[in-house]
T-cell receptor, first 111, second 113 residues
Framework: QKEVEQDPGPLSVPEGAIVSLNCTYS??????FMWYRQYSRKGPELLMY????GNKEDGRFTAQVDKSSKYISLFIRDSQPSDSATYLC???????????FGGGTRVLVKP | NAGVTQTPKFQVLKTGQSMTLQCAQD?????MYWYRQDPGMGLRLIYY???????DKGEVPNGYNVSRLNKREFSLRLESAAPSQTSVYFC????????????FGEGSRLTVL
């Protein structure tokens, strides 16, 4: 079993819809979590990170962590075609440690 | 502002050939990483270097070697390429004391025939 798992998608939504992405993890040592966005033929870039259970908002993006169920979510409100990308969740087991990545979910936002 | 630069961007090799992927960062970061990305497998760590002069194996090190030439540069070498090493390779760097944000290069697409 991979330590961080995601549904590979693709997840196709119309422009303006809410995109809901999920990630599960198996290792309780994971203390904080990150979402990376990767456009086609580009390297991943950090989108958001969150340290603890609860929500964190940044513009149209909300990251949510439920440590009791080992579940991480990313919501994108008012989705735009420019949000079409692969979204990867990741976590280090401790501060400064190597990141473990999920497989990524491909999102397509259709105009 | 270059960030992390990888060369070459594309390469085709025959089985058994060798090659080196080059990576350089201009952010004065201590840690550098090599990942490979395959469909459905996500990013898997091959090797990393926590600081100049040190290197350690990651999740999938077999068939690869690395050199941390100086603080800026971290190279990945395939001594005898195999078709299973067909992949997209990403170099990344991270500064001291950050929460874990990695800065990635644009990737090197390698095909082994």
């Amino acid at each position: 079993q991979k330590e961080v798992e995601q549904d590979p998608g693709p997840l196709s939504v119309p422009e303006g819809a809410i995109v809901s992405l999920n990630c599960t993890y198996s290792n309780s040592a994971f203390q904080y979590f990150m979402w990376y966005r990767q456009y086609s033929r580009k390297g991943p870039e950090l989108l958001m990170y969150t340290y603890s259970s609860g929500n964190k908002e940044d513009g149209r993006f909300t990251a949510q962590v439920d440590k009791s169920s080992k579940y991480i979510s990313l919501f994108i409100r008012d989705s735009q075609p420019s949000d079409s990308a692969t979204y990867l969740c990741a976590s280090p087991k401790a501060a400064g440690n190597k990141l473990t990545f999920g497989g990524g979910t491909r999102v397509l936002v259709k105009p | 502002n270059a960030g992390v630069t990888q060369t070459p961007k594309f390469q085709v090799l025959k089985t058994g050939q060798s090659m080196t992927l080059q990576c350089a960062q201009d952010m004065n970061h201590n840690s550098m990483y090599w990942y490979r990305q395959d469909p459905g497998m996500g990013l898997r760590l091959i090797y990393y270097s926590a600081s100049e002069g040190t290197t350690d194996k990651g999740e999938v090190p077999n068939g690869y070697n690395v050199s941390r030439l100086n603080k800026r540069e971290f190279s990945l070498r395939l001594e005898s390429a195999a078709p299973s090493q067909t992949s997209v390779y990403f170099c990344a760097s991270r500064g001291r004391g950050t929460t874990g944000e990695l800065f990635f290069g644009e990737g090197s697409r390698l095909t082994v025939l």
